[in-house]
T-cell receptor, first 110, second 113 residues
Framework: GENVEQHPSTLSVQEGDSAVIKCTYSDSASNYFPWYKQELGKGPQLIIDIRSNVGEKKDQRIAVTLNKTAKHFSLHITETQPEDSAVYFCAARNDYKLSFGAGTTVTVRA | DAGVIQSPRHEVTEMGQEVTLRCKPISGHNSLFWYRQTMMRGLELLIYFNNNVPIDDSGMPEDRFSAKMPNASFSTLKIQPSEPRDSAVYFC???????????FGQGTRLTVV
């Protein structure tokens, strides 16, 4: 089955700086890579996604990149704000099955 | 739409008791997923329904776990008998198609003492 590894497990950044989270996956059949943000006491919420026929996607302050050959994908948050503090999960999907990374706890220091 | 609705939000029960978690998917969505989240294992897929039919239950940990989807607007996850190691947050998610965006509910935090 799919194995998704996510790094780092925790990330502390100064407000206004950038945050980068990296993931690798093992199953070359995976073709969809979403990123979820989970706030305390809530369910994961999709913030951005990328499909395997695209190398990069941007939505305001967040961007994702995908390297299919290396089976790497990354989340970039620029100009971080306190409300970006949360746990972020990467995932890889093959057909209907989403496999999640272990999560990154992001803390934005004011 | 109100999103995926789960109940209860919190459940505390004694070991050996039966626990039933409930989920109402987003109207019109034909795919429903139950996930379990723990510190040790992260987010794991337990079972996947498509058009009310269980398609993949390979993630259901033991026979103590069962799930049903009697109609397109309701699903249950039952644990009988419950054990302390079942303590976790259980999420239900739905999507319009199996390979489209999955929307998660707020989760049920289960504590078995």
């Amino acid at each position: 089955g799919e194995n998704v590894e996510q790094h780092p497990s925790t990330l502390s950044v100064q407000e206004g700086d950038s945050a980068v989270i990296k993931c690798t996956y093992s199953d070359s059949a995976s073709n969809y890579f979403p990123w979820y943000k989970q706030e305390l006491g809530k369910g994961p919420q999709l913030i951005i996604d990328i499909r395997s026929n695209v190398g990069e996607k941007k939505d305001q302050r967040i961007a994702v990149t995908l390297n299919k050959t290396a089976k790497h994908f990354s989340l970039h948050i620029t100009e971080t704000q306190p409300e970006d503090s949360a746990v972020y999960f990467c995932a890889a999907r093959n057909d209907y099955k989403l496999s999640f990374g272990a999560g990154t706890t992001v803390t934005v220091r004011a | 739409d109100a999103g995926v609705i789960q109940s209860p939000r919190h459940e505390v029960t004694e070991m050996g008791q039966e626990v039933t978690l409930r989920c109402k998917p987003i109207s019109g969505h034909n795919s429903l997923f139950w996930y379990r989240q723990t510190m040790m294992r992260g987010l794991e897929l337990l079972i996947y329904f498509n058009n009310n039919v269980p398609i993949d239950d390979s993630g259901m940990p033991e026979d103590r776990f069962s799930a049903k989807m009697p109609n397109a607007s309701f699903s249950t996850l039952k644990i009988q008998p419950s054990e302390p190691r079942d303590s976790a947050v259980y999420f239900c998610a739905s999507s319009s198609e199996p390979n489209t965006e999955a929307f998660f509910g707020q989760g049920t935090r289960l504590t078995v003492v």
